[in-house]
């Protein structure tokens, strides 16, 4: 049967990468989005959900904040839809988690990296193909590295292409996309034999205890009613903005269309009006309007 638990509705999220039950599920994923450049070998959950209903009344919860055995600070993070600012924000909680190590007078060798990680169920680089960007500070031709105590993983779930066969998948990023978007259909056994990994056996056991858990399962029901009404919003918004577009491209082709009869009107050369706004437009047309009255045309 399959596990029926989507674990990219942020509660299962965090429940999978931030339970201090489970820190096997979260160094696993930690070293596969790190890379070969660090290897994690314990993690410490620093904001584990407690179990009080009054802890998911605050969303910033669902994120995972953690630290290693090194002393680097991580803030997880799942986004479901694309919202405005979500660069800027991201940049400006890791900059927050950064200096929020030390105090005034506090020696700044003290700071340890700061690494902000969002997975994210939407394309925020159409230009690029690449599923897991790292940005780090470096020179603009990347020569030269300033510092490591920024970093800002995105990882874009819809560029992941889901391998039509059952091969074993073994490239961890490519393992942890694949789970993120085929997990709520698959059984544990799948999951078990697709992964060959002890860290998604135990990642799929949690999925299964959301599902059999009541409090647990009206939680997540929750939180995936919450975020398809956020969604849903989000849709009715931009069908909003695409219907207001299109009718203001009628009223600037309208407006096009007088002010080339008014010239026409004033045997005049018409001049260009392809890069002006609806309010220029109105304004062009009233003045050539008022040039036609003053000629008593």
Known sequence: MALGI?????????????????PAITL?????????????????????????????????????????SAGRLY????????PAGLSQRLAYYTASLYISQIGEGDDYTLLRPAISICVLDAILFRESAQIHSDFRL?????????TDGLQIHLLELPKYTVPSDNRVITDPVDAWCHFFRRAETMTAEEIKQ???????????????????TPQQRSQYELRLKAQRDERARMQFAVEQARKEGKAEGEAVG???????????????????????????????????????????V
Do not use: W
């Open 254 to 296: 309208e407006a096009r269309c007088r002010i080339k009869i008014l010239h026409e009107l004033l045997s005049r050369e018409q001049t260009s009006v392809e890069n002006l706004s609806l309010d220029e437009l109105a304004t062009l047309e009233k003045d050539l309007q008022r040039q036609l009255r003053d000629r008593g």
């Open 75 to 82: 803030d997880i993070e799942m986004q479901t839809t694309l």
């Open 194 to 212: 697709r992964f060959n990994s002890p860290a998604f056996s135990e990642a799929a056991e949690v999925l299964d205890m959301i599902q059999r």
């Open 138 to 146: 470096r020179s603009r031709d990347g020569g030269l590295k300033l």
């Open 28 to 68: 696993h994923f930690l070293n596969a989005i790190l890379g070969d450049e660090i290897h994690i070998v314990e993690v410490e959950i620093l904001n584990p959900i407690l179990g009080k209903e009054d802890d998911l009344d605050k969303l910033s919860i669902l994120d995972v904040s953690a630290r290693d």
């Open 6 to 22: 989507d674990p990219t509705v942020d509660y299962a999220f965090k429940l999978l990468l931030g339970s201090p039950e489970h």
